[in-house]
């Protein structure tokens, strides 16, 4: 879901996708695609090179589809988190991960 909380969050924000998200969605694809080859998805344990190509990319995609709705939930759900980091990385352009988890916590509790 890290992979791809930058271009969730772009989507959010701007409304669209930039194409500065594409090496995240690629490092994506490449954890779905070892999540699947390792048995832990619908498919169950699987050999790829002798699954039907179509299914392990349908399988792939839907995998792809919810962890990307899901992180956009998440985004939802703290935006307001997230916009005070925003805010104060662009005031101060960083935010350490102390500083981070007090605000998250002040979120939580």
Excluded at 35 to 52: A, C, N, V, W
């Amino acid at each position: 879901m890290i992979c791809l909380a930058g271009a969730a969050a772009e989507e959010q924000i701007y409304g669209n996708r930039s194409t500065g998200a594409r090496n995240d969605y690629e490092q994506a694809y490449r954890y779905v695609r070892t999540l699947i080859e390792t048995g832990l998805s619908d498919l169950g344990i699987i050999d790829p090179e002798l699954m039907d190509k179509e299914k392990l990319q349908t399988e792939m995609s839907k995998q792809l589809q919810h962890l990307f709705k899901r992180t956009s939930e998440l985004l939802f759900q703290y935006r307001s988190l997230f916009m005070e980091c925003l805010y104060m990385l662009l005031q101060e352009e960083t935010l350490s991960g102390e500083e981070f988890r007090k605000r998250m916590h002040h979120f939580v509790a």
